[in-house]
């Protein structure tokens, strides 16, 4: 089996190192004892199987990944895509869900929790993830701000996000902002990746877990990263990263490598122990070849030889296991016994919770940080005011002036129309803005929130509040220009009243875009869920069907629309005081003999009640926070961990 798959017509020569090898070589040791050992046995993940009803085998992910990696390495998790790198930094640091996890992780020989990690660690994710309208040195002050101890001193903080950025070059786009595509022009892909890096040096952290930092990196700037992770190393801090496809003189760097096929550990130690256990394997590399992309290829899964390559990859995996995994095994035992002594992590105060900012610091960065969201983006600003303007002046023109000709029958009817008319615009020009503002925003509050930079409650509070004034003062322009253009009740104190309902009516759609916002799994599955949830509760305001001949079985349903209670708020605001209304048609305002009382007949027919217009009002303002509440516990089930 071996010797089909060796490649033949290659002469092997002994490999000569490079001159960054030579160099790193004659560097002094570091003092691993002012690091942290980090080491893992025997993970194994599972994920999927299905349901009660429908039942499948769970996949396999990690099958008895055993690791270790110790204060001054730099350990470099290498394989092809698919191997279980990222699934395995992810369990390292706690950023797990729906995954059944089996095994033992230590630091400094003793069990690792999310206070720990917390604490000591960082987490460069594959994926860049930015506050689009912040400038480079506004992203760093932030974390900062809320990463470095409350204790620490902001002239430190300042001169440590100075630090960071000249190490990875970042002092040419400072004052850059990041960009949301689209929208707004911004930095390149390469200085994304390095202001992810310096996101999370910015802490200095005893342990770094990064997860392709070199990924969409020319070859200089991946090494500037690697270097900068080097550096890290030289204090005696413990780095873990998965790489893809580093460049040789990248995998020079490396100190340690630990190699994943198929879910399986296939190696793992010393650049030098990789060389020896191919060769044994009849898999050299050959001379002038990138080591890694050789030893990538050879674990990979290549098309139309899958059978033959999975052969190979478990003969792989089992030689190590048998043969050099077993002084490996017995090193990782080690690492997890109680350390002897005092060490770098006894030395460390470990936060109470994962945030290192007061409650009072989260909250006026994040609300800093949504403000300067609004004012720097104006175009969602600027169509969500020009929307309710727009939609204000063409009711205002379809229903003008519907009281010229008097109060009569058709008035009344038109009366009422435009009135829903009213509720419905706001709920949907509200709705549909919001409907994607946590669930587009998920991924960047989950890996924030996860890193301690604030509580979901700071994010929730500060986002309602800062976009609250946006939507009071939209539904207040809209009914500023449709209510007299059409022609309602002209009282000064009616005005006031259906404008407060209007307004109330824009906040309530608002809180339940949120909920729906916070419940869907993403953007696009909020924007399919919000008209299927809505339709029912637009169908039961009161309109489209009298309040008392819906059914008992859909009843309930009536109490949860804010329709029907700002329906009927408007109706008492608009016809409560009349004493009589002409049926005559055409209308003769000097000679009514067919006339009714708006109490007793307009009111009674449309099923309303006169005395519940506050009744009214408080139930949207009830229906306002409570669907604002299960937005919040939506959001806050989606961190746990």
Not at 446 to 473: A, Q
Not at 615 to 622: S, Y
Request: charged share 20%; hydrophobic share 45%.
């Amino acid at each position: 089996m071996e010797s089909k798959l060796s490649v033949s017509g290659i002469k092997y020569r002994p490999r000569v190192p490079t001159m960054e090898e030579i160099q790193l070589a004659d560097k002094p040791k570091v003092n691993a004892a002012a690091g942290v050992t980090y080491a893992w046995r025997d993970l194994n993940v599972y994920a999927g199987g299905g349901n009660i009803i429908r039942k499948r085998p769970k996949a396999h992910i990690l099958k008895n990944v055993s690791g270790v990696c110790e204060g001054g390495q730099l350990l470099a998790i290498m394989g092809a895509s698919g191997a279980g790198k990222t699934t395995l930094l992810n369990v390292l640091t706690y950023r797990t869900r729906k995954l059944d996890i089996t095994g033992d992780i230590f630091i400094n020989g003793r069990p690792v929790d999310m206070r720990t990690i917390a604490g000591v660690s960082a987490y460069v994710q594959q994926e860049d993830l930015f506050t689009g309208v912040f400038t480079v040195e506004e992203q760093l002050n932030f974390n900062a701000q809320l990463r470095i101890g409350k204790d620490v001193p902001q002239s430190e903080r300042k001169r440590r996000v100075a630090e960071v950025m000249t190490e990875l070059g970042l002092n040419k786009c400072a004052n850059t902002r990041i960009g949301i595509p689209g929208r707004i022009k911004g930095i390149s892909g390469g200085e994304k990746k390095r202001l992810a890096f310096a996101c999370e040096m910015i802490t200095n952290p005893l342990l770094l877990l990064c997860d392709e930092p070199t990924s969409g990196l020319d070859s200089f700037m991946a090494q500037s990263v690697v270097r900068a992770m080097k550096r890290l190393t030289g204090l005696g801090k413990t780095v873990i990263a998965t790489i893809h496809q580093p460049s040789s003189e990248v995998f020079a760097m490396f100190d340690r490598l630990l190699l994943l096929a198929e879910g399986r550990v296939a190696f793992q130690g010393t650049v030098e122990e990789a060389h020896i256990f191919f060769t044994r394997l009849e898999r050299p590399c050959p001379s002038n070849y990138n080591p890694a992309d050789h030893f990538i290829y050879s674990l990979a899964i290549r098309g139309g030889m899958e059978e033959e390559c999975r052969q190979f990859v478990s003969h792989v995996c089992d030689s190590f296991r048998d043969a050099e995994g077993v002084e490996v095994r017995r090193h990782i035992d080690e690492c997890m016994e109680p350390p002897k002594s005092d060490d770098a992590l006894a030395s460390i105060k470990l936060p109470k919770s994962p945030y290192r900012a007061s409650w009072v610091n989260q909250f006026a960065a994040m609300t800093r940080r949504n403000f300067l969201e609004q004012i720097r983006d104006p175009i969602l600003l600027t169509l969500k005011i020009f929307q309710s303007l727009f939609f204000a002046v063409v009711f205002g023109l379809i229903y003008l002036d519907l009281d010229k000709d008097g109060i009569n029958l058709t008035a009344v009817t038109n009366i009422s129309g435009v009135l829903f008319v009213f509720v419905t615009n706001m709920t949907f020009a509200n709705m549909f803005p919001v409907v994607t503002t946590f669930s587009a925003e998920m991924p960047l509050f989950l890996r924030e929130h996860w890193n301690g930079l604030y509580r979901t409650d700071v994010y929730f509070l500060t986002r309602n509040l800062v976009e609250l004034p946006i939507f009071i003062i939209s539904s207040f322009g809209f009914i500023l220009i449709a209510y007299y253009m059409v022609g309602l009740r002209s009282d000064f104190e009616n005005f006031l009243i259906a404008s407060l309902i209007i307004v109330i009516v824009a906040n309530v759609a608002v809180s339940y875009g949120y909920m729906i916002s916070c419940l869907a799994k993403n953007y696009q599955t909020a924007l399919v869920l919000s008209t299927p949830l809505t339709f029912p509760l637009l169908l039961f305001g009161g309109f489209y069907m009298k309040p008392g001949t819906i059914p008992p079985y859909l009843d309930w349903l009536s109490y949860l629309s804010w329709f029907k209670y700002a329906f009927e708020a408007l109706s008492i605001n608009q016809w409560k005081g009349w004493e009589e209304i002409c049926l005559d048609i055409p209308f003769n305002p000097l000679y009514c003999n067919n006339t009714i009382s708006v109490e007793d007949e307009v009111m009674g027919h449309l099923g309303f009640d006169v005395n519940n217009l506050w009744i009214d009002i408080g139930a949207m303002l009830a229906l306002m926070v409570g669907y604002r509440l299960l937005a919040f516990l939506f959001l806050l089930t989606k961190t746990i961990r």
